[in-house]
């Protein structure tokens, strides 16, 4: 199973995000522990918006293949993942972050919207 496309509380396993990327997502990840974390999020909200629909997931309640988690194992405060590439960054630049997601958006080798899963409050492994 997959991540749902959605914004997260808690960290989410990369396993399910990474299965997540397959179908052409992109993850916008942050270190919640930055002193920039409440910048970086408001960002990364501004930029969903600014993507806008995406026509494939009509029939869902998400507006795009986008997932925003907090992940504290990053080699840099701000990081944006896509299938086979990846961004890191030390500080906010929604230009290139921007860039990079309209580059790399719906190019997982399965090109699909359908509902992943948010088991962030049963667990998200048995």
Known sequence: ??????????????????????HGGVVLAYDPSSRAASEIQAAFA???SAHGADPICRDQIWMSRIIVVPAHDLASPIAAVAWEHTYEATCLDVP?????????????????CAPGEDASRTGWCP
């Open 46 to 48: 501004a930029l969903i």
């Open 96 to 112: 290139s972050l921007t860039a990079f997601v309209e580059a790399h958006y719906g190019h997982g080798p399965e090109d699909l």
């Open 1 to 22: 199973m997959w991540a749902s496309y959605e914004t997260y509380a808690a960290p989410v396993p990369w396993g399910f995000l990474v299965h997540s990327l397959e």
